[in-house]
T-cell receptor
Framework: DQQVKQNSPSLSVQEGRISILNCDYTNSMFDYFLWYKKYPAEGPTFLISISSIKDKNEDGRFTVFLNKSAKHLSLHIVPSQPGDSAVYFCAAPRGGNQFYFGTGTSLTVIP | ETGVTQSPTHLIKTRGQQVTLRCSSQSGHNTVSWYQQALGQGPQFIFQYYREEENGRGNFPPRFSGLQFPNYSSELNVNALELDDSALYLC?????????????FGEGSRLTVL
């Protein structure tokens, strides 16, 4: 049973435009969420997180929005750069720092 | 400061065999988590080791087992390999088991079971 779902396997965006990656979850008790980025042949790296008491968290070009009523979060990247091309995973805690990960969205930023 | 290192990077086994994957945690980290990432899927939590004790386990059968050593390095052992065990196995280290906002992942060990 998928606790965290990413329904878009891939996304292509022009350089300089906004990238929006979406994630849905099932458990309303999750109290924080994370986004990880993964390049080929590398392990995932932490990108940004959000607590369930917030509806927005911003870090430079990256902003995560949380809509608790819809059990939905999204990652916005503005402006998108070619180096942002990677697979993005959203994650929610199963306890402590043990996580459920979504299936990932492969972002391609076209120069 | 060294990062998380995993070995081997690639290996091929046949059904029924056993495999051991190894992970050296990042300097200063006492917790190691193992994840399985099948093709087209996200990482799935296998188990976590904290100070040489298992601290949480995902929905994996007992033929998946692990160890953590006094230097906090870790092994993942899989017995009686099945075709569906083919995946990228990721190790992540952290300091402690509470949420810190970041796990540090290795590059993974890609296992192919024929």
């Amino acid at each position: 049973d998928q606790q965290v779902k990413q329904n878009s396997p891939s996304l292509s965006v022009q350089e300089g435009r906004i990238s929006i990656l979406n994630c849905d979850y099932t458990n309303s008790m999750f109290d924080y969420f994370l986004w990880y980025k993964k390049y080929p042949a590398e392990g995932p790296t932490f990108l940004i997180s959000i607590s369930s008491i917030k509806d927005k968290n911003e870090d430079g070009r990256f902003t995560v929005f949380l809509n608790k009523s819809a059990k939905h979060l999204s990652l916005h990247i503005v402006p998108s750069q070619p180096g942002d091309s990677a697979v993005y995973f959203c994650a929610a805690p199963r306890g402590g720092n043990q996580f459920y990960f979504g299936t990932g969205t492969s972002l391609t930023v076209i120069p | 400061e060294t990062g998380v290192t995993q070995s081997p990077t690639h290996l091929i086994k046949t059904r029924g065999q056993q495999v051991t994957l190894r992970c050296s945690s990042q300097s200063g980290h006492n917790t190691v988590s193992w994840y399985q990432q099948a093709l087209g899927q996200g990482p799935q939590f296998i188990f976590q080791y904290y100070r040489e004790e298992e601290n949480g386990r995902g929905n994996f059968p007992p033929r998946f087992s692990g160890l953590q050593f006094p230097n906090y390095s870790s092994e993942l052992n899989v017995n009686a390999l099945e075709l569906d065990d083919s995946a990228l196995y990721l190790c992540a280290s952290s300091q402690g088991t509470s949420f810190t906002g970041e796990l540090f992942f290795g590059e993974g060990s890609r296992l192919t079971v024929l």
